[in-house]
């Protein structure tokens, strides 16, 4: 039982916060979030020097092939810093998926771009009923004249307007069983047929609906063999929801050290409200939230680093660490008080990306739903 | 990072668990399920728990213990809270360790090898009716006088000191001094002449005891550690209570024990468990147990690593205690109106054992620290937040 980092891993946290710090302020964050395309691109090229972008790659695509510990330990500290760029989309949703799933040609076009910061990629899975699940992903994929020809929407796609190649699960056979029949094919979304329409979250993520109206695709894009890429594709999900709980977990420690700080420097009644007993077990009760959200947080890493079944860890990380993010901004709210409420403050910053995060790669609910058919 | 046993441990556990197995019936259950005092057959399990040298299990070797880790305890103590039978509790988790720390060497020869193996047990003295969360306010007194302290005052609660043989009592030996300074710790037979021992019946229809004290002459010998240093005494003490305060174990079969009972129980040919509302409480409940799990593992590992688990372990003891409460809330709900009969009633289910827990479980948010205080250890000695 060794419920620390290593040394190495201590040393990345620690270097990263303070580049975070300096390279990734809320000033950024803000910056980002206005701007209408929404890329740091200066941010993103330094990640690039530092190796991060090519972190938990391979060797042979240029990365550092650090395990998912090593990688959760540099996203918790890029939560905690409500880091407005695509590394999750990117690097750990569809830059594992590739690693994992595609032929070597394809691997050996995508993943050193991405690994250099040249190239941007997203994964395409969500559609209108906003579920993780197989039966989910209804996009047509028809075979014509060697090609596929792709019709349907997807939602909630991250970045969809920057980025070089969309990841895009289809569907490309329809029969009893729903988990059979999908693809996953790679699209330019400059591609004739793509309409990409920005959604407007709460949180800073730019997302959009892509819409496919008879776009071709050669067969040369599909990723992995036809009609197989569920079990890939499920993976990745969950293995991006796990690794995204530590962001939530970096967030929320961010969040709960705010309010720490500022009870201690409100003074009502002649008092620093730091000191009143309500705010005191308010702060306990968060750092309880979130000190277990870390632990099963990394339990769920530890296994599927270690390969083995993780999906019961995954589950209690996710339905927890998401809401415990939520939560603990609601109650880091409740302590500030009307300061905390305005958009110059910036603790609204980490409030709407919590709440934004916590759908993301499936919600609570859904992870407890399939938690009750393990117990 | 890793978040397993080592296989020298899960031997050890299944060591145990094999033991344990053997030697624990239902009759053991039954018995001290009935009124959680140690009748003849958990004392005689206790004792055969004392050969395997297992109740000295975190005691240094020098002791008669076996020196093993705090993970190794964990995993004994994972075992043992698995089967909810009498296994000496206090004495054997904290009390033992702390007189290796503080005893004399007499204390210890004397002491030591009944408790390891199980035939001795020590209740703790510290809560006066004026004293309970502000246990420094204590007023039982004691004076020196020649070779002897002379006791007088009284505690309340004291558990188990109708079945223990000594007491652990915290006494005022300086009312000069600041509060906490001039207390002292006494550790002293129950059937010294001047204490007396009166029953008190609780909500869960448990006996815990009032003990009168006077005029109660001990040598001065019975003191552990130095005059007026009572509560570092008690503080170490806590210290090696904070790993078994809280211990997962219980609400992870209280949870099982559910579970079970809405597969099983069925109207119309439909389980309870069938029921998306029942399951989604059920997993709730298994990511808090889960969570409380993991917690205590982090309490063990700081120990391990020479860190102290200050608000860990305050976490982990609010959390056990209202996961218990509410998930015996819930499954007396889930039972219907047979959950709330008890145990001698036709009818109840179960021998009434969730009522009783249910009921148990009102203590245990306010008994050994209550979860407010625990809430405060947090905020003040996790959190740096400034004293009210």
Not at chain 1, 98 to 123: C, F, H, N
Not at chain 2, 251 to 277: M, N, S, W
Not at chain 2, 292 to 318: D, T
Not at chain 2, 352 to 366: D, E, H, I, N, Y
Request: charged share 25%; hydrophobic share 40%.
């Amino acid at each position: 039982m060794d419920l620390a980092f290593n040394e190495e891993q201590q040393s990345l946290k620690q270097s990263a916060r303070k580049f975070l710090e300096k390279e990734c302020p809320p000033a950024l964050v803000r910056a980002v979030e206005a701007d209408e395309r929404g890329f740091p691109r200066g941010l993103w090229e330094r990640m690039a020097q530092l190796e991060w972008l090519g972190l938990p790659f391979d060797e042979r695509y240029g990365g550092l092939g650090a395990d998912l510990v090593t990688l959760a330990a540099l996203v918790e500290e890029l939560g905690r810093a409500c880091d407005p760029t695509p590394y999750l989309p990117t690097v750990v949703a569809s830059g594992l998926l590739l690693q994992d799933a595609a032929s070597e040609p394809l691997k050996q076009e995508i993943l050193p771009r991405i690994v250099r910061g040249e190239g941007l990629v997203t994964l395409a899975v969500l559609e209108a009923d906003g579920r993780y699940a197989p039966e989910s992903i209804q996009l047509r994929a028809e075979e014509r004249q060697g090609r596929f020809v792709l019709s349907g929407a997807k939602l909630f796609v991250e970045n969809a307007h920057i980025v070089d190649s969309l990841v895009v699960a289809v569907r490309s056979d329809k029969g009893s069983d729903p988990s059979q029949g999908i693809t996953l094919v790679l699209v330019d979304p400059k591609s004739k047929g793509i309409t990409l329409t920005p959604l407007h979250s709460v949180g800073h993520n730019k997302l959009f609906e892509v819409t496919f109206d008879a776009v071709t695709v050669s067969q040369d894009r599909i990723v992995g063999m036809r009609d197989e890429a569920w079990p890939y594709l499920d993976k990745a999900i969950k293995r991006t929801a796990a690794i995204q709980c530590a962001a939530a977990v970096g967030g929320a420690q961010r969040v709960l050290e705010m309010t720490v700080a500022y009870a201690k420097v409100r003074v009502q009644f002649d008092k620093p409200i730091g000191s009143f007993q309500a705010v005191q077990h308010h702060c306990a009760n968060m750092w309880m939230d979130v000190e277990t959200a870390w632990l099963a947080t990394y339990e769920a890493i530890c296994q599927l680093n270690e390969e083995l079944p993780a999906d019961e860890q995954i589950a209690v990380a996710k339905a927890w660490a998401s809401e415990a993010y939520t939560r603990t901004c609601l109650t880091a709210h409740q302590i500030h008080g009307g300061v905390g409420f305005m958009m110059e403050y910036d603790l609204q910053l980490w409030t709407r990306q919590a709440k934004a995060m916590e759908s993301a790669w499936g919600t609570p609910d859904w992870y407890r739903r399939q938690l009750a058919k393990v117990l | 990072m890793d978040f397993h046993f080592t296989p020298e441990q899960e031997a050890l556990r299944r060591q145990i668990r094999g033991f344990l197995d053997q030697h624990v019936t239902p009759a053991h259950r039954r018995e001290y399920d009935a009124d959680h005092t140690p009748g003849p057959l958990s004392k005689a399990l206790l004792r055969k728990l004392g050969e395997t040298g297992w109740l000295g299990i975190g005691w240094p070797t020098e002791y008669g213990g076996q020196g093993r880790s705090m993970m190794d305890q964990v995993v004994f103590y994972e075992e043992l809270e698995k089967d909810h039978v009498y296994y000496g509790d206090l004495t054997i988790t904290s009390l033992a360790m702390a007189l290796i720390r503080i005893g004399s060497e007499d204390q210890k020869k004397e002491f030591l090898p009944k408790i390891l193996h199980g035939e001795l047990s020590i209740c703790l003295g510290y809560t006066e009716p004026g004293a309970g969360s502000d246990l420094a306010s204590l007023k039982t007194r004691a004076v020196r006088d020649g070779d002897d302290y002379v006791l007088n005052g009284q505690k309340v609660f004291t558990t188990g000191a109708h079945y223990s043989s000594h007491i652990w009592l915290l006494a005022r030996t300086d009312p000069r001094a600041p509060k906490h300074k001039g207390v002292s710790l006494f550790l002293f037979p129950l059937d010294t002449p001047g204490v007396t021992i009166r029953p008190i019946y609780t909500m869960e229809g448990i006996r815990t005891n009032e003990v009168f004290l006077e005029d109660v002459r001990v040598p001065a010998s019975c003191m552990v550690g130095k005059e007026n240093t009572g509560f570092y005494s008690a503080a170490v003490a806590l210290d090696y209570e904070r790993v078994f305060m809280g211990q997962p174990s219980g609400a992870r079969r209280a949870l099982d024990q559910l579970i079970e009972y809405c597969k099983t129980f069925q109207i119309d040919g439909r389980r309870l468990f069938d029921d998306p509302v029942v399951q989604d409480r059920l997993v709730r409940f298994h990511i808090d147990v889960e969570r409380l799990r993991l917690l205590n593992y982090r309490v063990a590992w700081m120990i391990e690593r020479g860190l102290v688990p200050n608000a860990e372990a305050s976490a982990q003891k609010i959390l056990a205690s209202e996961l218990s409460q509410q998930i015996t809330d819930q499954a007396l709900q889930f039972i219907g109106p047979y959950g709330q009969l008890r145990r001698s009633s036709p009818h109840a289910p179960a021998q009434g054992l969730m009522l009783q827990a249910w009921l148990l479980s009102v203590m245990q948010r306010f008994g050994g620290g209550t979860n407010e205080i625990q809430r405060d250890i947090i905020a003040q000695r996790g959190l740096g937040l400034p004293r009210g």
